[in-house]
Every structure is written in structure tokens, then in C-alpha cells.
């Protein structure tokens, strides 16, 4: 029994890698099961891989600055003048939110070559007078300026938001 060579097993034929140009996933009708691509996002290249039907991926870097692991924070910058009564309120833009907050730094202006940081009680003047205090609320995502006297009130002041 001879066997004919043209139909001996095969696994598949081997096929030429796919280069794609296009910065996005691939869509789920695209590609066959099995199939790998490489790439760009917008959060930089990935690895996708077809199994199962779906495109499953992973983030690909090659240097620290890249790695997913590590956070490099971000920072968004808000000068304004406080409000005449007791509370300003700064809401934050939706992109920060409690899950990517870090922490904020803040400085009011008091006058010529004077700026104060997040909470003080102006010296000699009684423990309610000139009294700012600065706090993040979750609930409303905003930064609450708190003010006691009448120092803090109309003055102009720096706040910035760290988030990741």
C-alpha cells in the first residue's frame, strides 16, 4: 500500500504574519482562532491573542517608565480666587475620581510675598480668626476650602491635584 505524498497530514498550512497599521484591539469578527498580533493602543503596544473566540491581551513594555506596575502621577493645576462666604467649593473634572486620587497640595496668597499652605491659624489673632482648612470630599468629588475670619476670603489661591 502506497501512500500518496500530496495528502499526507498536515496541521495547517503555514501562513504569512499579518502586519497591521491600525492603533486599536482587534475586532472580534477578526483573525482566526489561534492567531496572534501585536499592536499600539492608546496605552501603548500590547500582545493580543485569539482563543476561544474572543482577543485576549496584555500590555507590553520594555523599560521601567512603561511598566503597568509602577505609577507615574498626574497632576491637574486650578488657580482661582476664594469666594466671599465661608466655603469655596472646586469640583474636580471627571477623570479624577476617588479611585485615582492621590492628594493635593494648596497655597493661598495673603498678601504681598505671603502664601500660606492647606490649614493655619494666623499668629496673635485668636484660634477662630484667620483659620483655612482644605480637605478633599469623596461623596461630591470636589475640594472643599473652608474658612473661618476674613483673611482667606476674596484671596487668590494654587491648588493642585495629584491622581493616576
Known amino acids: ?26 475586532e472580534p469578527r ?3 482562532e489561534g492567531d496572534i498580533q501585536v499592536r499600539q493602543t492608546g496605552i501603548g503596544a500590547r500582545l493580543f491573542a485569539k482563543l476561544g473566540g474572543r482577543w485576549l491581551s496584555n ?19 486650578k488657580e482661582d480666587v476664594t469666594d466671599a462666604d465661608a466655603t469655596t467649593i472646586v469640583q474636580l473634572p471627571d477623570y479624577i475620581n476617588y479611585g485615582n486620587f492621590l492628594g493635593f497640595t494648596f497655597n493661598i496668597s495673603l498678601g504681598t510675598n505671603q502664601h500660606h499652605g492647606w490649614a493655619w491659624d494666623t499668629p496673635g489673632s485668636g484660634s477662630d480668626n484667620n483659620r483655612c482648612e482644605v480637605y478633599y470630599q469623596r461623596a461630591l468629588n470636589a475640594v472643599y476650602i473652608s474658612q473661618v475670619g476674613t483673611s482667606p476670603q476674596d484671596s487668590a489661591f494654587k491648588l493642585m491635584v495629584f491622581f493616576k
Do not use: C, H, Q, T
Not at 501512500?3 to 497599521?21: F, M, T, V
Not at 507590553?60 to 497632576?75: C, M, N, Q, R, T
Open 30 to 32: 477578526e483573525g482566526s
Open 1 to 26: 500500500m502506497s501512500r500518496d505524498k500530496s495528502k499526507s497530514l498536515e496541521w495547517g498550512r503555514a501562513r504569512r504574519p499579518e502586519i497591521s497599521n491600525r492603533v486599536s484591539a482587534p
Open 59 to 77: 500590555v507590553l513594555y520594555g523599560s521601567e517608565i512603561d511598566d503597568p506596575d509602577i505609577v507615574f502621577p498626574k497632576a491637574w493645576y
